[in-house]
């Protein structure tokens, strides 16, 4: 996860080390930062609830993960774009939304934040993830970032604000991720499409060597989600042509 270059803290002593949190039992605990550091926060709770109303203009929801098995929560379609490629990314093993509050000063007043989500990466490192376009960001936004990545920075975890993702990526990985529950693996056409691919080749070719489309193609969205046959997700949307090979090394 890259570290995000952000403002510098506001003079007049912004001390980013109280946080809030809701325990795996739903318990409120507050605590020093540098006192929490250790938490598991993948597994910790919302540390706040997701408003639903009439006439919401953000959309809200769950997101069942097939990197833990769980539902995570996402207030906007754009943080919904960002957790489907985490969920995507095989070096994370564990999501949490509004993992916790932050409480700060800044000089002035009292304030707080929560981040979008809280990342667990497979060896053992963190990350805090906001979400958030780059023509919405304000002042206070600004600042909220700021303090949240010093923060991580003395915590030992990493800090990151991601705005829209690449469209095609997007569409992409959304499309993939229909695919994406272990119930689409059926290990006998895996195994035989693994063989049609050894030899990088054009998707239609490849799935009608093993079967009908109707019965291959789901299991072929499903190796691609696990990364365990590749293709160029970047550059065009998924269709008949697109080149797909196996990977070097599937990690799911």
């Known amino acids: 996860m890259a570290e995000l270059a952000v403002a510098a803290v506001p003079e ?29 926060f993948e597994d910790c709770r919302p540390s706040r609830s997701f408003p639903v109303y009439r006439g919401q203009k953000n959309f809200t929801g769950w997101w069942w993960t097939a990197t833990t ?11 919904r774009a960002v957790l489907i490629g985490l969920d995507f990314d ?17 000089g002035k007043r009292s304030r707080r934040h929560a981040p979008d989500y ?4 497979a ?19 600004t ?3 700021a303090v949240t990545a010093e923060a991580c920075g003395r915590a030992g975890w990493g800090f990151e604000r991601i705005g829209c993702p690449p469209l095609v990526r997007e569409s992409n990985l959304r499309w993939l991720a229909g695919y994406r ?46 990364q365990l046959l590749v293709a160029d997700l970047e550059s065009a949307l998924l269709g008949a042509e697109t080149i797909v090979r196996l990977s070097e090394g599937g990690t799911r």
């Open 12 to 40: 007049g002593g912004a001390d980013p080390s109280d946080v809030e949190y809701v325990d795996g039992l739903g318990r409120v605990v507050r605590s020093a930062l540098m006192q929490c550091w250790h938490i598991p």
């Open 90 to 106: 095989p070096g994370v093993v564990g999501i949490a939304s509004q993992p916790f509050w932050l409480h700060w000063s800044d």
């Open 143 to 145: 600042e909220a970032f």
């Open 118 to 121: 809280f990342v667990r990466r």
């Open 69 to 79: 098995g769980t539902h995570v929560g996402y207030e906007s379609w754009l943080e």
């Open 181 to 226: 529950h272990p119930r689409c693996m059926q290990p006998e056409i895996a195994g035989r499409l693994w063989e049609a691919f050894a030899s990088p080749q054009p998707l239609f070719e490849g799935v009608e060597a093993v079967g009908s489309r109707l019965a291959v193609l789901p299991v072929l969205f499903h190796l691609l989600w696990r």
């Open 123 to 141: 060896d053992g490192s963190a990350g805090v993830v906001d979400v958030r376009a780059d023509d919405r960001i304000e002042p206070r936004d």
